[in-house]
T-cell receptor
């Protein structure tokens, strides 16, 4: 079983739509959680951290449920520029564990 | 300032050849990481350095893989006797410790795309 499981998608949504997806992780020792964004043939870039209380960063909302070991990301008012692969990343000490990613395509 | 740089950006090797991949971390970053990203997968941890010390090499897939960071700055990942299954993007990341986390926020380089034919 993989340490981080994500729905690979793709999620094809029109501009302005809301899209949400999630991941589950198996390592209960994970201390911190992140969403990274990776554009095609580019390196991963940190999108946002995820806190137990839930947090927003502009149009992006992340939630963490430690009891269920579940992390979610919601994108409101989707833009064409949001098209990317979103990687769910728990961290244990210095080690990041990446999911395989969820691909989102926003169409005009 | 400059980000993490990697070279070469693309490498084609014949099966059995040795390759060396270079990573230049962000200046002053203490921690350096190597990851391997196969097609359609997320990056997988290979190894971790703090300055020149290799503190974790648990992710290296075989003894054909070797990494070094002799002066605590530039790092080289070497793969001996390359095999087709080594074809992947090799990503380097660097960071500065944050609070009680030795890893800190990791900044990734553009990667080296290795193709073994």
């Amino acid at each position: 079983r993989k340490e981080v499981e994500q729905d690979p998608g793709p999620f094809n949504v029109p501009e302005g739509a809301t899209v949400a997806f999630n991941c589950t992780y198996s390592n209960s020792a994970s201390q911190s959680f992140f969403w990274y964004r990776q554009d095609c043939r580019k390196e991963p870039k940190l999108l946002m951290s995820v806190y137990s209380s839930g947090n927003e960063d502009g149009r992006f909302t992340a939630q963490l449920n430690r009891a269920s070991q579940y992390i979610s990301l919601l994108i409101r008012d989707s833009k064409l520029s949001d098209s990317a692969t979103y990687l769910c990343v728990p961290r244990n000490d210095y080690k990041l564990s990446f999911g395989a990613g969820t691909t989102v395509t926003v169409r005009a | 300032g400059a980000g993490v740089s990697q070279s070469p950006r693309y490498k084609v090797a014949k099966r059995g050849q040795d390759v060396a991949l270079r990573c230049d971390p962000i200046s002053g970053h203490v921690s350096l990481f190597w990851y391997q990203q196969a097609l359609g997968q997320g990056p997988e941890f290979l190894t971790y350095f703090q300055n020149e010390a290799q503190l974790d090499k648990s992710g290296l897939p075989s003894d054909r893989f070797f990494a070094e960071r002799p002066e605590g700055s530039v790092s080289t990942l070497k793969i001996q006797r390359t095999q087709q299954e080594d074809s992947a993007v090799y990503l380097c990341a660097s960071s500065f410790p944050e609070g009680n986390n030795p890893g800190g926020r990791q900044y990734f380089g553009p990667g080296t795309r290795l193709t073994v034919t």
